[in-house]
């Protein structure tokens, strides 16, 4: 509590109170640097309760990794790939995301459909049930001697589950532990299981409960989504994606693209403005505090709030200044390990194949994802075929292997390419290479390229170390997004966008 107490007093600077919503073209109350799913939950929030919110993202549409692309094949035919995210969590009755779409009134303007896992491990096949009260019987066939401890495992995660989630309509969508001292005291005794948990290692958790490495790296599988090492998780960075189990994943139809779409077209319909194809090179802090931002071509938007989207070192370190950072902050940032990278395959596939729209494998020594989303949305691909990517985690270090301008780089972008597809074909897609019609390999420089992030990580920071929270120290400067406090992840990066409304307009 003290150290969290210490934090909150290095960026102790009130919220500045607004002038009247401004005429002039160019000042905004809120300026937002980056249109990532942080930065759109927290633009549309605010231009929704009346802040008057500019949103400059430097491609030519909102989204960040929560994108779509299009491309015709040698064929014809149109396919639709995501630039990342295919598995969305956060939308039981409690999620994030529902609390979002819900507080902005458009919950019925998406459609979800549900994203079904199968993981494929050395050899060991689990279908992971719809109903969560079918997963002990599911785990339990795999590993009959092991039936009560993983009925008890489940039971404890889902309690810590509900208690992390339980307050979430009190808590303006953020489902955190209260900040204040008096609310901090009280509840370990009303969340007594995310209490006692939370900040434990994952791996004890599991070793209270269960014995065979098998099924302990089972329930560690959708680690995954956040990280390359999971052995490196505490409960509290677990139990979220135990909501795939709980209440499941989601795939909005259209693509994923779609849920930037929204929370961008929110922001217009309430006033605000969003302008792509801008880059922004600075950040600007006058006497003390931020006073807006300056584009790449030198135009200056100017506001007292400025949200920063994106990778948070870069934007504190690049767009901000070190001169604007105490010396003990610029050094915790620079100490910030960077998550992982990723190699993503993209294929249109002439046919669809006969798989959920998530599978989870370990073949030959490579760990990776397939994403199957034409399965539940056949709009993605022309009729009877597929897009489908397969997604393979790079270790920071892996990923500062991998530079555009070598020479062996495109050679070496197909060898690693042709590999997945190889495991793909012995693990659960025979005949896989024969479909293919149309590919594509996004490799560490790709991704650095897209999102501008360093070494091209895809998850923002590692997540056993300290993260910048959401309010900076520079006065008037907002961070969401993966490399902050909450962490990467679509229902994550909503968490940091909601916390950043709800500091602008509490004040
Ligand atoms: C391959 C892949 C698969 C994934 N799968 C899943 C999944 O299934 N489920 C899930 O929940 N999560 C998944 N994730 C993680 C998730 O996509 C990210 O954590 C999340 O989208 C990050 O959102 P963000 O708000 O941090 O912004 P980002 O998506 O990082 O976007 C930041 C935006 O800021 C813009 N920007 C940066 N600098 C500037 C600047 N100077 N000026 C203007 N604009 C700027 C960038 O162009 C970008 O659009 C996946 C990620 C990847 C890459």
């Given at each position: 509590m003290r150290r969290r107490a210490a934090d909150r007093d290095a960026c102790a600077w009130p919220m500045p109170s607004f002038e009247a919503r401004s005429s002039e073209a160019d000042r905004h109350q809120v300026i937002i640097v980056g249109a990532g799913i942080g930065g759109l939950t927290a633009g549309a929030l605010l231009a929704k309760r009346g802040v008057k919110v500019l949103?400059?993202?430097?491609?030519?549409?909102?989204?960040?990794?929560?994108?779509?692309?299009?491309?015709?094949?040698?064929?014809?035919?149109?396919?639709?790939?995501?630039?990342?995210?295919?598995?969305?969590?956060?939308?039981?009755?409690?999620?994030?995301?529902?609390?979002?779409?819900?507080?902005?009134?458009?919950?019925?303007?998406?459609?979800?459909?549900?994203?079904?896992?199968?993981?494929?491990?050395?050899?060991?096949?689990?279908?992971?049930?719809?109903?969560?009260?079918?997963?002990?019987?599911?785990?339990?066939?795999?590993?009959?001697?092991?039936?009560?401890?993983?009925?008890?495992?489940?039971?404890?995660?889902?309690?810590?589950?509900?208690?992390?989630?339980?307050?979430?309509?009190?808590?303006?969508?953020?489902?955190?532990?209260?900040?204040?001292?008096?609310?901090?005291?009280?509840?370990?005794?009303?969340?007594?299981?995310?209490?006692?948990?939370?900040?434990?290692?994952?791996?004890?958790?599991?070793?209270?409960?269960?014995?065979?490495?098998?099924?302990?790296?089972?329930?560690?599988t959708v680690a995954d989504y956040i990280t390359d090492r999971p052995d490196t998780l505490s409960v509290a960075d677990m139990a979220p994606l135990f909501g795939y189990y709980f209440d499941g994943g989601a795939y909005p139809v259209g693509g994923s693209q779609r849920l930037a779409d929204l929370l961008s077209a929110v922001i217009e319909e309430h006033g605000g403005q969003v302008l792509l194809r801008t880059r922004i090179k600075r950040i600007l802090v006058e006497n003390g505090r931020v006073a807006g931002v300056e584009s790449a071509i030198g135009k200056v938007h100017r506001a007292p709030i400025v949200v920063a989207n994106g990778d948070v070192v870069s934007m504190l370190t690049d767009l901000v200044g070190e001169t604007h950072l105490t010396a003990r902050y610029l050094e915790k940032l620079r100490a910030m390990r960077r998550g992982p990278s990723a190699i993503l395959l993209s294929l249109g596939l002439d046919r669809v194949p006969d798989l959920p729209a998530r599978i989870f494998v370990r073949q030959d020594g490579l760990v990776f994802g397939i994403g199957n989303p034409s399965v539940i949305d056949p709009t993605l691909a022309p009729p009877g075929c597929a897009a489908v990517t397969l997604l393979c985690l790079l270790s920071d270090e892996a990923a500062s292997a991998w530079r555009r301008k070598d020479a062996g780089y495109r050679d070496d972008k197909d060898r690693f390419a042709d590999r997945l597809i190889a495991a793909t074909e012995a693990s659960v897609l025979p005949g896989l290479k024969r479909s293919i019609i149309h590919r594509e390999v996004a490799s560490p420089p790709t991704f650095t390229l897209f999102a501008k992030t360093r070494n091209g990580n895809i998850y923002g920071a590692a997540r056993d170390q300290w993260h910048p929270r959401i309010k900076s120290p520079v006065p008037g400067l907002l961070l969401v997004g993966a490399g902050t406090s909450t962490g990467p992840g679509i229902e994550a990066v909503v968490v940091s966008g909601t916390a950043a409304a709800n500091l602008v307009t509490a004040s």
């Open positions: 949103l400059v993202e430097s491609h030519n549409r909102p989204g960040g990794y929560c994108s779509c692309w299009t491309r015709t094949s040698a064929r014809g035919g149109s396919f639709r790939f995501d630039a990342g995210v295919q598995d969305f969590s956060g939308l039981g009755e409690r999620g994030p995301i529902r609390h979002l779409l819900r507080a902005l009134d458009v919950e019925q303007r998406i459609e979800w459909r549900r994203v079904r896992h199968f993981y494929k491990k050395d050899g060991l096949g689990f279908q992971v049930p719809d109903d969560p009260a079918e997963m002990v019987e599911a785990l339990g066939a795999l590993f009959p001697a092991e039936r009560a401890g993983i009925a008890s495992f489940l039971h404890e995660m889902a309690a810590v589950y509900r208690d992390l989630y339980a307050d979430i309509e009190m808590t303006g969508g953020v489902p955190m532990p209260p900040a204040t001292l008096e609310g901090m005291l009280i509840w370990p005794s009303t969340h007594p299981h995310a209490w006692r948990w939370m900040k434990r290692p994952f791996t004890e958790m599991l070793d209270t409960f269960l014995v065979d490495p098998r099924l302990k790296d089972l329930l560690t």
